[in-house]
């Protein structure tokens, strides 16, 4: 495996960077999606160790996780590839956090018992490290009232669990069981190094969302407007839904997929964003505007295409500022803005809290390397309305989503 190459988009302020993730992999057909979490927390420079479970060598080979994570995988207690009778206790120094991805009904009910009788359900026994499951299996079993008395009980003795997600699976079968997207898994990674775990605190809910650019045309073909591509606005929207929010998803002209369960109402204009940000408030309990709608728009909009040759002065006139506009009119209880600066980032955006109302404000320096614009990663300063702040460090979009919601969920009355 070329080092080098997996380590190359690494940074050293990310989170990830140098910490030691151990992996447990247990007997499910989503067993082959976790490969890709590991090349995900290499290239974010994470050190990582997997044990897998002998069910889970029936669909994924151990060369595979193997190569994949840059070491050995640990498989059996004893007489195994290994070597090491005491790999259990080495991963109490090796492992800042535990994932378990997939995780089956039969090592959730044996860490609720506390069986210890392979590899990973001693090494769960032995840790002292935070420990997330990432439960995937058959509709059926998840709802079995056995295996949610046991991930109750888990839960509440501080193990965190990534809930599965509702679609088809594996069997064909609709409904609730299929593995957490590798985002989410990321981000609980990414929050349990910080010490939280994740929380579904957002039910019944209303959580507005605005996200990406406006466009502001000036003729049929060409229009004004900027670099955002709607991923911090996006990953807000998946994480809220998956916290049991009702999210309605404003959103500009973006490439990325709508976020399962989100209602997403798509806009071009800064004036219609306003419109749909505006007619999205009665109900809800916050507003989140991760959007960057345009601040000018062309004075004169062409009805033909200008052609070339034709003398062109570009008159630009301010368009609404959204945010102000509802923080105004339409105030819910807890109001969020972004702040893109370049510079020095918290000096510039420390007025905006004030005047524009917020509660939190969010503030990055989208100059800096792996922040800003089309990047998965964002770094980011988190203003409070008392005047404290707390700077994050280089985290996944999805990771700095979940911060954020952690900010705001106890506001919401
Ligand atoms: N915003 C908005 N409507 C606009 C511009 C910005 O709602 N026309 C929102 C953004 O979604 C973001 C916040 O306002 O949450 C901050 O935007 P920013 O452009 O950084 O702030 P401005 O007040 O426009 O300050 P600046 O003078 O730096 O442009």
């Keep these: 495996m070329n080092r080098a190459a997996t380590m190359m988009n690494a940074h050293e302020t990310d989170i990830l960077h140098d910490r030691r993730i151990a992996l447990g992999v247990t007997g499910g057909i989503a067993a082959f999606k976790v490969a890709g979490l590991v090349t995900a927390l290499r290239k974010r420079g994470a050190q990582v160790r997997v044990i897998m479970t002998e069910a889970a060598t029936w669909f994924v080979t151990p060369t595979s996780f193997a190569t994949l994570s840059g070491n050995e995988v640990g498989l059996e207690m004893f007489g195994g590839t290994l070597r090491d009778e005491l790999q259990h206790v080495h991963m ?45 299996m058959n509709v059926h079993m998840w709802q079995n009232p056995i295996v949610q008395r046991n991930v109750a009980m888990l839960r509440e003795l501080g193990y965190g669990f990534v809930m599965p997600e509702a679609g088809r699976l594996a069997s064909g079968a609709e409904g609730e069981g299929r593995l957490a997207g590798t985002d989410f898994l990321l981000a609980a990674v990414e929050r349990a190094l910080q010490g939280a775990l994740p929380r579904y605190d957002l039910q019944g809910k209303t959580i507005v969302v605005s996200a990406g650019p406006t466009r502001e045309p000036l003729d049929p073909v060409r229009f004004v407007s900027n670099r955002s591509t709607g991923r911090m606005g996006y990953a807000l929207a998946a994480e809220a839904e998956r916290r049991g929010a009702e999210v309605i998803l404003i959103s500009g002209p973006t490439e990325l997929p709508a976020p399962p369960g989100v209602d997403v109402r798509p806009v071009t204009t800064n004036a219609e964003m306003k419109q749909a940000v505006l007619a999205a408030m009665p109900n809800a309990s916050a507003f989140v505007s991760a959007a960057a709608p345009a601040d000018y728009r062309p004075a004169q909009v062409h009805d033909r295409k200008i052609k070339k040759g034709e003398k062109l002065v570009l008159d630009l006139e301010q368009t609404d500022d959204i945010l102000l506009a509802v923080g105004e009119q339409a105030r819910p209880s807890v109001l969020v803005g972004f702040a893109a ?56 979009k999805h990771a700095v989503a979940a911060a954020i919601l952690d900010e705001i969920a106890p506001l919401i009355s």
Excluded: W
Excluded at 95 to 105: H, S
Excluded at 107 to 136: E, F, N, Q, R, Y
Excluded at 346 to 367: E, F, G, S, T, Y
């Design 92 to 136: 109490q120094d090796f492992a800042e956090v535990l994932l378990i991805a997939p995780a089956t009904a039969d090592i959730i009910g044996k860490i609720a018992h506390g069986l210890a009788d392979d590899l990973l359900s001693t090494t769960v026994m032995a840790l002292t490290c935070p420990v997330v499951l990432a439960p995937a």
């Design 341 to 396: 600066e370049t510079g020095d980032a918290v000096a510039q955006a420390r007025p905006k809290l004030a005047r524009k109302n917020l509660d939190v404000l969010v503030v990055n320096d989208v100059a800096e390397a792996g922040s800003g614009f089309g990047v998965d990663t964002n770094r980011v300063t988190i203003l409070r309305r008392d005047g404290s702040e707390s700077a994050l460090p280089l985290m996944s």
